[in-house]
């Protein structure tokens, strides 16, 4: 191992609804593909994310349901932690918003800004009830978006452009319990002081060279127009705010969003508790050289390249007004922020409303979740809009895994079984053996790069260019015309199994679950590529249950280099490695998508 600490810091899926396959296009399988390269290569990864349980589209479905917001998170955090799972990312800790230590942290952060003046108190007009006098909770005021003119936006959001709003700001508001007009009256809220963090934020920006262009020139675009805002809001399901007068008043939380993001901070410090080692998380947040990878959809660049680094800088006394660390200590910014653009389905925008989706859930009863994997990170949305079709996930499913790779393991497995019953001793190499060896333990090199540097089409590419070669090679060689020179039969196909062997390695980023099968055709044994496990756990600290994703990664053998494949390890004839599609599927998933979803 290294000593090089990398946190892989997950989006967190919002918990009210089950997740589809856009959604984890951005922010899932390419977080895990870039934690399993970095734990072949040595590297002590920390991998955490969790279900966002709080803020006013859980309590409209609670109140729709007529059922509490927890019912609903309790109900969509289990089906998130099971399609997550099933996937095979391999979270170090998937946890929730909903626990005390989230709490806990959240407030402490929120404090730290205070005590260093970012936070600060600002008398704003807040909506009541006329005929009550009561406050007015946001998702209860309804009117018409000043943005985009879309009927109806909440006092919080707009669903339909989904920018962030005030009650204040709509036109035409009305009370959606009883339709009268709210009434604005003067009240406090704590704001967070954005443009006290332009220098700070322009500074740090300006360090981040290996950005992907479009998330860099958009984050700087960010630093032209920074206002206050609103830490705190009219709503009645939150984390609550932590101070006199506040602390137990019901209509008064923390803003879902700066609690959100101190998530990947508080599921650490919960991972370490959980450890049996509650300092383990400063390794990742507090060591000058360790590095922090956030990674999310093109919708969530603003919460990670502008709010966490701003409550971050504020906490750790590090914008324009000074201050000191807090309790924590000095915490670290992140080293990049990773954002995918958005995934189309057949041309149009996903969209639960509008049935316009295919769940994760529904996606893994039909299909091999390494197909979908591999087709995320061959085709997906890495830097541009991607269209997903059912075509283009059929062929490459058929002519890349079935007919490429899943046809080289097969052809060299198969012949060296049913020749020699075991991995064959080579003879001396030919010029022809040697370059293709030298492509192939050649390419960890070259990926590897790739991979760390977040390019993860071009490397899912060059991985299967590297297994065309040996495709080309095994073809060229034609060992099953060798009956004659069984000596030379076996130099070729141990050569070939080196070759799978090495490409096995390269792809088990991507496809970790057929990784684990073809390492067992090699005659490996124990776990190769480890998939993450649920565990039923209790909050630490009230005692409530849960379940969480976790995983014993260090068990996993696979290791980012070549490895020799010791010629007498007995092998046994090959099993199918993919499925092949038949072109039926793709009429029967188009019916199902106009029929109105899965
Ligand atoms: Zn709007």
């Not at 981040?208 to 675009?221: A, D, E, I, T």
């Not at 901070?265 to 508790?273: C, M, N, T």
């Not at 069984?486 to 792809?507: E, F, I, K, M, Y």
């Not at 009230?542 to 990664?553: A, E, H, K, M």
Request: aromatic share 10%; glycine share 8%.
């Amino acid at each position: 191992m290294t000593d090089r600490h990398i946190l892989t810091a997950v989006a967190w899926p919002y918990a009210n609804g089950p997740r589809h396959i856009g959604h984890v296009s951005g922010f899932g399988v390419p977080s895990d593909v870039f934690s399993r390269y970095h734990r072949m290569a040595g590297d002590r990864v920390l991998m955490v994310s969790g279900t966002d349980e709080h803020g006013t589209p859980i309590t409209v479905a609670a109140d729709a349901e007529g059922i509490t917001p927890r019912e609903i998170a309790d109900r969509n955090n289990r089906i998130i932690v099971g399609d997550l799972q099933s996937l095979g990312l391999s979270y170090d800790l998937f946890t929730r918003t909903t626990t005390v230590n989230h709490a806990r942290i959240s407030q402490e952060i929120f404090l730290g800004l205070l005590r260093n003046g970012y936070v600060f108190p600002k008398t704003t007009l807040g909506a009541i009830s006329p005929s009550t006098g009561r406050t007015l909770p946001d998702r209860y005021i309804e009117g018409t978006c000043p943005i985009c003119g879309y009927d109806g936006a909440r006092g919080d959001q707009c669903d339909n452009c989904g920018n962030q709003l005030d009650p204040i700001d709509l036109i035409n508001p009305v009370s959606r319990i009883n339709g009268e007009t709210p009434k604005f009256v003067e009240e406090e809220h704590y704001f967070l002081d954005l443009p006290a963090f332009t220098r700070a934020l322009g500074d740090w920006l300006g360090t981040r060279k290996s950005w992907r262009p479009n998330v860099l020139n958009f984050s700087v675009n960010l630093l032209d127009d920074l206002k206050p805002r609103s830490y705190t809001r009219d709503i009645d399901w939150g984390v609550p705010v932590p101070l006199e007068g506040w602390r137990d008043r019901p209509d008064k939380r923390i803003y879902v969003w700066f609690d959100a993001v101190v998530g990947y901070l508080s599921a650490s410090i919960e991972w370490a508790r959980r450890s049996g080692d509650p300092e383990a998380w400063r390794q990742w947040w507090q060591a000058p050289d360790a590095d922090a990878y956030y990674f999310m959809g093109k919708d969530n660049i603003v919460f990670h390249s502008e709010i966490w680094p701003a409550q971050l800088l504020g906490y750790n006394g590090e914008g324009d007004k000074g201050g000191t660390p807090g309790d924590l200590g000095r915490l670290n910014l992140p080293t990049e922020v990773v954002s995918s653009e958005f995934l189309t389905m057949e041309g149009r925008k996903f969209s639960s409303s509008r049935q316009v989706v295919i769940y994760v859930r529904d996606f893994l009863a039909r299909y091999d979740a390494d197909a979908l994997r591999y087709f995320i990170a061959a085709a997906g949305p890495e830097s541009q809009d991607t269209d997903f079709t059912w075509a283009e996930f059929r062929r490459r499913n058929n002519d890349e895994l079935v007919a490429g790779w899943g046809n080289l393991v097969n052809r060299s497995v198969s012949m060296a079984a049913k020749n020699v019953g075991a991995v064959p001793t080579p003879g001396e190499l030919t010029d022809a053996d040697r370059a293709l060896l030298a492509t192939t333990s050649g390419a960890f090199s070259a990926v590897g790069d790739l991979l760390a540097r977040n390019r993860q089409k071009a490397a899912a590419t060059e991985a299967m260019r590297v297994v065309g070669e040996a495709n080309k090679y095994l073809s060229e060689q034609a060992p099953w015309k060798l009956k004659e020179d069984p000596a030379r039969r076996d130099t070729v196909l141990h050569t070939a199994l080196q070759a799978v062997s090495d490409c096995n390695g390269l792809l088990t980023p991507f496809l970790p679950h057929s990784a684990q099968k073809v390492h067992e055709l090699l005659g490996g044994t124990g776990v190769w590529s480890p998939a993450p496990r649920i565990d039923e756990v209790t909050d630490l600290d009230d005692g409530s249950p849960y379940p969480v994703i976790t995983g014993d990664y260090d068990e996993g053998t696979a290791i980012w280099a070549s490895r020799p494949l010791p010629p007498g390890t007995p092998l046994s004839p090959p099993t199918p490695v993919f499925k092949k599609l038949d072109e039926s599927i793709v009429e029967e998933e188009l019916a199902r998508l106009e029929e109105g979803g899965a």
